[in-house]
């Protein structure tokens, strides 16, 4: 395999990959290096993933980690990381999705209610 990059630059100025990190985690997209805070890390552009029948299309995305945290990079051509992206799809977040709350019942409730006997201990 012949690279135009140098050794200690595997990247260059950016390369399409598949990402394993730690955690297993697989994603695929055009990683270059990057700072933020003066701290180094990697970018990773997942591209926009094409709808496919019975399956919702994916948004682009863009998510920065630490080298630290890589297991295994792969480099591949721009269509093989399509395709690695689709069938491994990163979705940034929407919203945030929390059980419901249980019904609140009002706190006087108690105080003006004619059966003293409905009294809940745990409230």
Sequence with gaps: MTTDTKPDD???AGA????ELMGHVRMAGYLT???????GMLRLDVPETADEPGKDAAPALTQLFSAQSVYRLTFC?????RAVARNNRVRPVQSYELPALPARRDRYEDDHD???GDHDPSF
Excluded: H, N
Aim: one cysteine or more; charged letters at 25%; aromatic letters at 4%.
């Design 114 to 116: 004619d059966d003293e």
């Design 16 to 19: 399409f990959v598949i990402v």
């Design 77 to 81: 051509d721009e269509a093989s990381a």
């Design 33 to 39: 290096p990057c700072t933020l805070a003066g701290v």
């Design 10 to 12: 595997p990247l260059g």
